[in-house]
Nanobody, 122 residues
Framework: QVQLVESGGGLVQAGGSLRLSCAAS????????MGWFRQAPGKEREFVAA????????YYADSVKGRFTISRDNAKNTVYLQMKSLKPEDTAVYYC???????????????WGKGTLVTVSS
């Protein structure tokens, strides 16, 4: 059974930092792009960041560019999201995903974790 399990969420003050992890099991995603989405209360799920299979290219939403860094360790089948200079508007449930196919393509097969809550207090 394929699973993606996020961890590292919690409560942090504005300006603080957190590092999220997403550990995959059941199969290797070392050849697949992976990424992070988030969903704030009352809002739709939105893209945060993505990374190619070898970490050579990364993509970020404008709202997190310069503050968040996505990385991966294929030996550990894990993707990370380092978040700094956190703002209250970053409060959301953060989900990781992996895709068989082109990241962002509707024809891809996506695997999702169940999410980890990040709360940023002002």
């Amino acid at each position: 059974q394929v699973q993606l399990v996020e961890s590292g969420g919690g409560l942090v003050q504005a300006g603080g930092s957190l590092r999220l992890s997403c550990a995959a099991s059941g199969r290797s995603f070392g050849s697949n792009p992976m990424g992070w989405f988030r969903q704030a209360p009352g809002k739709e799920r939105e893209f945060v960041a993505a990374i190619t299979w070898n970490g050579g290219i990364t993509y970020y939403a404008d709202s997190v560019k310069g503050r968040f860094t996505i990385s991966r360790d294929n030996a550990k089948n894990t993707v990370y999201l380092q978040m700094k200079s956190l703002k209250p508007e970053d409060t959301a449930v953060y989900y990781c995903n992996a895709v068989n196919g082109v990241y962002g393509s509707p024809s891809g097969i996506y695997y999702w974790g169940k999410g980890t809550l990040v709360t940023v207090s002002s």
